[in-house]
């Protein structure tokens, strides 16, 4: 753990249809991504498994005995399994329910302090019934709990879920311990204890999400020079099919994204040159340069193999975790990634960023909710553009291959 030896519990709170699931997988993305075990226990899902998905509204009732010692069963089960996680290696878990009681409240950070781990509460309160009633459509009447039934009978019966949940539901106070209360979409948030570099990422992650849905847009720049002759690294200007791709990517821009979009490269010629023909203003990110291959930059695999074996062996083994002599490693590009995924959170147009092969192979990984350890090994070609499309939970992905053909398009000189 990046600043306490005490795992963390984060534990949603909210009423039904205020983003509670969406926020604990962002949080959840967010922290697998930066390297930490981190897993969501959605206790509606455990519902859903043990109880089946088709459940009146009177089932939420609280004045239901039955239904509300089934709804502690599940809610208990999850519960388990999650501690039963951090136990087993896991470094931090979201337990994503309602947990709309003081007293469910307590029961929970009992056993989690019981274990020794930190609990952070995480409140969702929405106060814009147009933000609920969008929700609801969008995503309750959807949702596999009212599967085959008519999107108005879903919605009333979703409206007098809400109601039950409503009328016993208890804000977090601040005898319950830490806290941050997203309000409104994180138009307001209220923090209580919120201690350590940590926590403090992460408050300031949730500071910048938003539900606009709109796409980013992934591409590597042009062909280099240098990628025309297999070296990696330096700073190397666009070549001729390097160019002709500039100007076919600003082609496509125009007609499929169009021209309000975020432009942003790194702060090497060949992004930049990239990006001069869609004649839009860009950004260019020093934190967005090409994995720096130290003493290794400019040089061929084949180079790195002959002159320094050792090095080319202990980066086959672990790519991730290999950081080239006075360079970096995969893991350290995705540290310096982080002010680029705030920003990325945090902006409502479509943003469309011309990179290097690693850097958007960690961008990719966020977005895409990938292991970063897998994230050496994503296929980036080059003259491709990659649309990422978040969706209410995910992200859908397109490839688009442009003309003209680069000399080594899917990287076959590839390193270890
Ligand atoms: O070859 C192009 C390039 O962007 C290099 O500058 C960089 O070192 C490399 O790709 C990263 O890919 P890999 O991690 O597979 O070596």
Redesign the pocket.
């Known amino acids: 753990m990046a600043d306490s030896t005490r795992k963390l519990a984060f534990v949603m709170v909210g009423l039904p249809a205020r983003g509670k699931t969406f926020i604990a997988r962002k949080i959840a993305r967010y922290l697998s991504w930066l390297g930490h075990r981190t897993m969501v226990f959605n206790v509606g899902s455990y519902r859903r498994e043990r109880l089946g998905s088709r459940q009146h509204h009177s089932f939420f009732d609280p004045r239901n005995d039955a239904g509300q010692a089934a709804r502690r069963d599940v809610a208990l089960a999850a519960l388990d399994d999650m501690l039963s996680f951090l136990r087993e290696g896991g470094d931090i878990a979201i337990y994503d329910a309602t947990n709309n009681t003081r007293e469910r409240r307590a029961l929970v950070r009992a056993r989690c302090e019981d274990e020794g781990l930190e609990v952070v509460f995480v409140e969702s309160i929405c106060n814009d019934p147009a933000l609920v009633e969008e929700n609801i459509r969008a995503n309750k009447a959807r949702s596999p709990d009212y599967e085959g039934v008519p999107e108005e009978e879903a919605v009333r019966d979703f409206r007098m879920r809400i109601a039950h949940y409503e009328s016993a539901y208890e804000e977090v106070g601040e005898d319950e311990g830490h806290f941050v209360k997203i309000i409104d979409v994180g138009r307001t948030l209220v923090l209580h204890r919120i201690e350590g570099y940590l926590l403090a990422r992460v408050v300031h992650y949730l500071l910048n999400l938003h539900v606009q849905p709109r796409s980013v847009w992934l591409t590597r720049h042009g062909e280099s020079e240098f990628?025309v002759l297999g070296r990696?690294?330096g700073d190397s200007p666009l070549s001729e099919a390097g160019r002709g791709y500039a100007r076919t990517l600003a082609g496509v821009a125009r007609e499929r994204i169009g021209p309000d979009v975020v432009v942003w490269t790194s702060t090497l010629r060949r992004t930049i040159e990239t990006a001069e023909a869609l004649g839009l203003p860009t950004r260019a990110w020093r934190a967005l340069d090409?994995?720096d291959?130290g003493v290794c930059d400019a040089m061929t695999y084949e180079e790195i193999a002959d002159g320094m074996p050792q090095e080319y062996e202990a980066r086959q083994a672990d790519?991730f975790r290999y950081r080239y002599p006075r360079g970096e490693s995969y893991q350290d590009v995705i540290q310096r990634l982080e002010p680029v995924i705030f920003e990325l959170e945090r902006e409502r147009r479509p943003v469309l960023v011309i990179g290097?092969?690693?850097v958007l192979r960690a961008l990719y990984a966020y977005m895409m909710d990938r292991p970063p350890n897998e994230c050496?090994y994503v296929s980036i070609p080059l003259h491709t553009i990659l649309e990422l499309e978040p969706t209410a939970y995910g992200c859908d992905e397109r490839r688009i291959d442009l003309p003209p053909t680069p000399v080594d398009p899917e990287?076959f000189r590839?390193?270890p």
Do not use: M, R
């Open positions: 990628n990696i690294g090409e994995i291959a790519k290097h092969q690693a050496p990287g590839q390193g």
